[in-house]
């Protein structure tokens, strides 16, 4: 079973700094994509970023809203993926999902149930 | 940016009505179109991806259909946990994004 567990969230004050964590389990880290996403209170969804496998680079990809100042990362060998959020601003305020892309990686397979950054004074 | 544009926002239904729920996006995406469902308080649920496919161990009653443009979930048969807030998201191109969303609601 595909298991996605986030960690790292809380209250940050604006221009702090946070570094979420994702354990996954149940599947061949190495292999995906993986992406976040996230949902600030009472909104939609918003995609973050995403960190391809080690066979095309781990290359990755940004929303415009948080490029230069988000950066995603993965250890195969914890089989964990990363956001570091620097420059953080009170619309950054959402709920973060870990996500495992899906075979073609042109979809969101499995999700993690999230973790909340509020950035607020 | 791709924009994805959902209607209705809003719809309420009964148990066992038939729903229909729209995506459009502003370009062609071809079929790289994905459905999701989130029910309060839970992370999304993937339902159908390719436009038509569904994912394994979601009920028969969710289909999707469409191509380029224009996209539909439909529910044939509305079922109690079936009201939720239903998203669409494209993946033709970067930046992915997701349609405003739709929220199904017991009428």
């Known amino acids: 079973e595909v298991q996605l567990v986030e960690s790292g969230g809380g209250l940050v004050q604006p221009g702090g700094s946070l570094r979420l964590s994702c354990a996954a389990s149940?599947?061949?880290?190495?292999?995906?994509?993986m992406d976040w996403v996230r949902q600030a209170p009472g909104k939609g969804l918003e995609w973050v970023a995403r960190?391809?496998?080690?066979?095309?680079?781990?290359?990755?990809e940004y929303a415009a809203s948080v490029r230069g100042r988000f950066t995603i990362s993965r250890d195969d060998s914890e089989n964990s993926l990363y956001l570091q959020m620097n420059s953080l601003k009170s619309e950054d305020t959402a709920v973060y999902y870990c996500?495992?892309?899906?075979?073609?990686?042109?979809?969101?397979?499995?999700w993690g149930q999230g973790t909340l950054v509020t950035v607020s004074s | 940016d791709i924009q994805l544009t959902q209607s209705p926002s809003f719809l309420s239904a009964s148990v066992e009505d038939r729903v229909t729920i729209t995506c459009r996006a502003s370009?062609?995406?071809?079929?790289?179109l994905a459905w999701y469902q989130q029910k309060p308080g839970k992370a999304p649920k993937l339902l159908i991806y390719?436009?038509?496919t569904l994912q394994s161990g979601v009920p028969s009653g969710f289909s999707g259909s469409g191509s380029g443009t224009e996209f539909t979930l439909t529910i044939s048969s509305l079922q109690p946990e079936d009201f939720a807030t239903y998203y669409c998201?494209?993946?033709?191109?970067?930046?992915?994004?997701f349609g405003g969303g739709t929220k199904v609601e017991i009428k």
């Open positions: 996500i495992r892309a899906g075979s073609g990686d042109r979809y969101f397979a499995n």
């Open positions: 149940g599947f061949t880290f190495n292999d995906h994509y």
């Open positions: 960190s391809r496998n080690k066979a095309n680079s781990y290359s990755t």
């Open positions: 370009q062609g995406i071809g079929s790289y």
């Open positions: 390719a436009a038509s």
């Open positions: 998201q494209q993946f033709y191109s970067y930046p992915v994004t």
